[in-house]
Nanobody, 121 residues
Framework: QVQLAESGGGSVQAGGSLRLSCRVSKYKYSTYCVGWFRQAPGQEREGVAT???????TYPDSVKGRFTISQNSAKNTLTLDMNNLKPEDTAMYYC???????????????RGRGTQVSVSS
């Protein structure tokens, strides 16, 4: 079973930047879709980025141009660079395996424990 371990969350002022990382292990498939979703208390889950085995990425409009997802050449580390952060970006962020359609809105198949991102105004 795939294992996902996030790191890199924290607190930052609006306009600041953070980098989240995720160690991906025990993933057996040559084609895949991984990414990040976030969830704030009392709110629905929101996919924020996906990347597939061919490095194709998707983002919702709420983060497009500010967030960048990438993976290393070994494809065992996933990174989410977040710039120009806004208070509305405050949430728990989860590294995840997404469904085969590989879009930020598609089903989440598994996730890590999450890392908190807090943005103050």
């Amino acid at each position: 079973q795939v294992q996902l371990a996030e790191s890199g969350g924290g607190s930052v002022q609006a306009g600041g930047s953070l980098r989240l990382s995720c160690r991906v292990s025990k993933y057996k498939y040559s084609t895949y879709c991984v990414g990040w979703f976030r969830q704030a208390p009392g709110q629905e889950r929101e996919g924020v980025a996906t990347i597939d085995s061919a490095n194709k990425t998707t983002y919702p409009d709420s983060v497009k141009g500010r967030f960048t997802i990438s993976q290393n050449s070994a494809k065992n580390t996933l990174t989410l660079d977040m710039n120009n952060l806004k208070p509305e970006d405050t949430a728990m962020y989860y590294c995840s395996v997404f469904g085969p359609q590989c879009h930020y809105s598609t089903q989440v198949l598994s996730r890590g424990r999450g890392t908190q991102v807090s943005v103050s105004s």
